[in-house]
């Protein structure tokens, strides 16, 4: 298949994440690594995605899974080189595979070199600026410059030290080994500009933008209110706070457009960003992909909404009529290295929060990865996780697969805590496990753990339940009724079909409470029964693939078809 040279192909794409630690193991060290996703280049093509995203495969500590980037211009050893990965991005392309790498602009590790030294410079010095560096509050400076918490808990100010003395405190949003970066600093700008440049001249197709809504602060980095009740500091991340959504954020991304344009002349045209904003209501999110900024932005809305007819109309009515006013394409998204497994979200009692046609009742909404009591229910789990990636796929805009999810893989939520790498297990007081149960190795072939991911002597740097037997990636190919040959039917349709991708959509009157039902032009129509009663299927339609049985023309409860009429 060759390269798609459409200008606007990323309105309609489908990106595959590969989130390289734990996608395939060629030099059997546990890990992933760049050869192993070369190994499987072929998976990916035949499952019938346009692009792959991979998230940082940058030299770094992996304090946070590599989000903690310590050389923005290199390739972190345990991964590779950066001539395979030139290779890998050679062969993506020869496949028709377009390549997004993820760029990490609002913090570096600890381990970076410009860290270093301003670590070792004076306060006030240059080297400091780069950072955002104060003095601490006190008489003594023992108090943090300000109350903001850090993502992964605890304050989200360090105190250094020099010479046995402590010294000024270092902001880091997330974990501690990770500084923010001084977006003030017209240096760090300038920085950033170049390493893009360095990787779109490398033929990088764009990047995954991470955390696009914090690099610019408050002015003054004033304190939070505080909440009367409980004495902690008020931090509302996903509405807007001193360090998220600040509107003088807009001009860091309107600079980025003006680098990815810039290549417009170039054999692959001009590059695309996807933002990583965790922003809602959807019309202050739409800001991000306005036709001066980003191309496309994730629409966690979606993802954090809960299975229920009603939300989910609601939120695709928002999406569309926020992205549309702005002109840019939706795009859609499941599930991601830090989120919950679809599979195991949907089964829970719990699936998430309630949308009106206004928007997230932020009431219902219990955090990113909460975990529900109640009993989760894996059967209900995958067979609604196959709905939803019909209706996913057939949503006008483009979509998102997070490795794994094809296979129908599940949260492993009982992994050893002593193997628990997420910073959130050490930063919560081991109160909160965090996100690593979505990030555990691929699974392949064969009977048993390592299933492939790695040679069979080589245990993956995270365990693989025994279960996972049942849902290889050999194992499932040529059966029909499989979760993949499901994801793989829809992504060959979708290919061939003119009416999926970016586009408009027409609810379907006339149809039961509790069942969505849409139709997109020329002839396509998908419908999705969240109800408990089976819905019978228009009469004339052509099934073109079912979730569930289609074979009595009838839609059962959590089943999605797409049909032609
Ligand atoms: C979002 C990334 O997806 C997540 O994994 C990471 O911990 C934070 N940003 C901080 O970089």
């Not at 903690?68 to 890998?88: H, K, M, N, W």
């Not at 939300?311 to 569309?320: A, C, E, G, P, Y």
């Not at 007081?429 to 390592?450: F, K, L, N, Q």
């Not at 409470?513 to 052509?542: H, I, K, M, W």
Request: charged letters at 25%.
């Amino acid at each position: 298949m060759p390269l798609d040279h459409d200008p606007d192909w990323w309105r309609s794409a489908v990106v595959y994440q590969v989130y390289p630690r734990s996608f395939a193991d060629a030099d059997g060290d546990g890990t992933g690594d760049i050869l192993g996703i070369i190994d499987r280049l072929d998976y990916l093509a035949e499952l019938g995605v346009d692009a792959i995203w991979v998230s940082p495969w940058y030299p770094s500590p992996w304090a946070d899974g590599g989000y903690d980037v310590s050389d923005y211009r290199d390739i972190a050893p345990e991964l590779g080189t950066l001539e395979q990965a030139d290779v890998f991005v050679t062969k993506a392309h020869e496949l028709g595979l377009r390549v997004l790498i993820d760029l990490v602009p609002n913090h570096s590790s600890d381990e970076h070199a410009w860290f270093q030294r301003a670590l070792a410079a004076e306060p006030g010095s240059a080297e400091r600026d780069l950072y955002l560096f104060r003095n601490g509050r006190g008489a003594d400076g023992d108090t943090p410059p300000n109350n903001w918490p850090a993502m992964f808990g605890g304050s989200a100010w360090e105190r250094t030290e020099s010479g046995g003395r402590p010294g000024q405190w270092y902001l880091h949003l997330f974990d501690v080994k990770q500084p923010d970066w001084n977006w003030e600093n017209p240096v760090v700008a300038d920085e950033f500009d170049a390493i893009l440049r360095f990787w779109f001249d490398r033929g990088i197709d764009g990047f995954r933008i991470d955390v696009a809504n914090s690099m610019a602060k408050a002015p003054g980095l004033p304190d939070l209110p505080v909440d009367p009740d409980t004495g902690e500091p008020q931090s509302h991340t996903l509405t807007g706070t001193a360090y998220m959504n600040q509107p003088h954020v807009h001009d860091i991304l309107r600079r980025w457009r003006t680098v990815s344009d810039s290549y417009a002349d170039s054999e692959l045209g001009a590059r695309i960003f996807v933002s990583e904003a965790w922003v809602t209501p959807v019309d202050e999110l739409a800001k991000y992909v306005r036709d001066d900024e980003l191309h496309t932005t994730f629409n966690f809305d979606a993802l954090m909404c809960e299975w229920t007819a009603e939300s989910q109309r609601n939120v695709i009515n928002l999406t569309l009529r926020a992205m549309g006013d702005v002109g840019a394409p939706a795009t859609w998204v499941l599930a991601n290295h830090d989120t919950t497994r679809v599979v195991t979200r949907y089964g829970r009692p719990v699936t998430g929060a309630r949308f009106t046609p206004d928007g997230m009742d932020l009431e219902s909404f219990a955090g990113i990865g909460s975990v529900p009591e109640g009993v989760t229910d894996l059967g209900l789990g995958r067979k609604r996780a196959r709905a939803a990636v019909l209706l996913e796929l057939a949503l006008p805009g483009g979509a998102y697969v997070y490795q794994g999810d094809e296979l129908g893989l599940d949260e492993v939520e009982d992994l050893p805590e002593e193997l628990l790498q997420d910073p959130t297990w050490e930063r919560s007081g081991h109160t909160v496990r965090g996100r690593d149960g979505c990030r555990v190795p691929m699974p392949w072939t064969g009977s048993e753990a390592p299933y492939g991911f790695g040679p069979p002597a080589s245990p993956p740097w995270l365990p693989q339940p025994d279960r996972w037997s049942e849902l290889t990636a050999e194992g499932q190919d040529g059966d029909p009724r499989s979760h993949l040959s499901l994801y793989r039917a829809a992504l060959a349709e979708r290919r061939c079909n003119p009416a999926l991708g970016d586009g408009g959509l027409i609810w379907d009157a006339e149809v039961p409470t509790g069942v969505l039902s849409f139709t997109r032009e020329p002839g396509f129509r998908c419908v999705v029964n969240f109800g408990p009663d089976a819905y019978q299927l228009p009469v004339g339609a052509e099934v073109l693939i079912a979730s569930g049985d289609a074979s009595s023309r009838s839609v059962g409860a959590d089943e999605a078809v797409w049909l032609r009429i």
